[in-house]
């Protein structure tokens, strides 16, 4: 049954947002200080994801991950694991929380409890031109799943293996050795990298649009620890119309990790995991 607003609506309405987790007490990122240390740094290792498929690249602690666009637009889903303790990944719904649903130079990727700590940053982005368009959307978010075939499985009865989702699969249990069964439960929610996603005004359903990524275009990630990136050219293209689809105009995506600069870095560490004493009040 339809009820009537209540006639202090447009008060409750108006009642002004609260920041659920203000960073300000975060140490910033020394982004400056990162920049620097990989101007004309080189490339120590590579790896492309084919279009419709992923791959995986191993990035030591202190250095560099850049995702390219390379071809033509293409949007891609990255995971994020602690190259020595899978347990440890990308936690894309705290960094949601810390940074906002899209993210750019200056934010933190976070893990996931119990570790939560800052185990990458954003230090470059080609795409920080774009900001938030007049329908709400942006680029990179962290808002999204990854496109999966359960989903599809449910919504039109479909068996696709080529999502995000499958692919990273594939990649993960091929770099590490797993089976599939065994990496499977271990992919997560993404970093959609060059996507550009929001939210509806009306209906508040998440939305995707044309990717304004153009070959040339990248995403340098500072290691701030040790990290095993993985990641899916996603079947939707640019996800201009569709992201799960064998027709959509796919481009590969590359990975390169660059080295820092020879005595630069000589004061850094790797952040420690999160202090919680874990007792959880027993």
Known sequence: MTKSPPEDAQSRRAVKPVICYPVDALPSAPVADYVAAFIGAPIVASATAAPREAAAIRVPAGHVLRISSVGGPQVGDLNLFNANNLQERFY???TRALHGAHVSTGDRLWSQLPYLRPIATIIADTLDWYGIDDFGG???DVIGT???PYTGNLLG????HHCCHSNLTRALADET???LAEAEPL????????MCT???RDTGQYFMKASPVRPGDYLDIFAEIELLAVLSAC??????AEHSSDTAACYPLQMDVLAPRAGALTDWTSPPVNQYDGSHGR
């Open 92 to 94: 894309s719904g705290k």
């Open 177 to 179: 050795g797993l089976s």
């Open 146 to 148: 990854r496109c999966d």
């Open 187 to 194: 992919v997560h929610d993404v970093l959609n990298v060059f």
């Open 138 to 140: 942006s680029v990179h």
């Open 235 to 240: 079947p939707g293209g640019d996800c201009s």
């Open 198 to 200: 929001g939210f509806t």
């Open 157 to 160: 009865g479909t068996q696709y």
